[in-house]
């Protein structure tokens, strides 16, 4: 699965952003697709998944009500929405991919895409 991420950029404190990962290799449909961040000096981290399966979503408590997931399987796409942006968003975001189901860990996930750089200002 190739995984091609884009959308990031430079905004300010309370404003928004999409995010898009595009996938080409695998039935888009049967795969589980999620959103990581890492920022400097930390650890890569999950912030939302969407289940192929079943359709249930996970997010982050960092994250539950503002950012949102989301997929269209017609173009193999999956976003992330994001709003109400803060200065701790700022991170490279990953676009992941894997066979099963949606796991915290990153060391769980097949496929990744580039990452994308987002910069929340104050």
């Known amino acids: 699965v190739q995984l091609q991420a884009s959308g990031g950029g430079l905004v300010q404190a309370g404003g928004s952003l999409r995010l898009s990962c595009a996938a080409s290799?695998?039935?888009?449909?049967?795969?589980?697709m999620g959103w990581f961040r890492q920022a400097p000096g930390k650890e890569r981290e999950f912030v939302a998944g969407d289940y192929w399966k079943d359709g249930s979503i996970d997010y982050a408590n960092s994250v539950k009500g503002r950012f949102t997931i989301s997929r269209d399987n017609a173009k193999s796409t999956v976003y992330l929405q994001m709003n109400s942006l803060k200065p701790e968003d700022t991170a490279v975001y990953y676009c992941?991919?894997?066979?099963?189901?949606?796991?915290?860990?990153?060391?769980?996930?097949?496929?990744w895409g580039q990452g994308t750089l987002v910069t929340v200002s104050s």
């Open positions: 290799g695998r039935s888009f449909s049967k795969t589980t």
């Open positions: 992941a991919a894997n066979s099963a189901n949606v796991y915290y860990s990153p060391s769980l996930w097949e496929y």
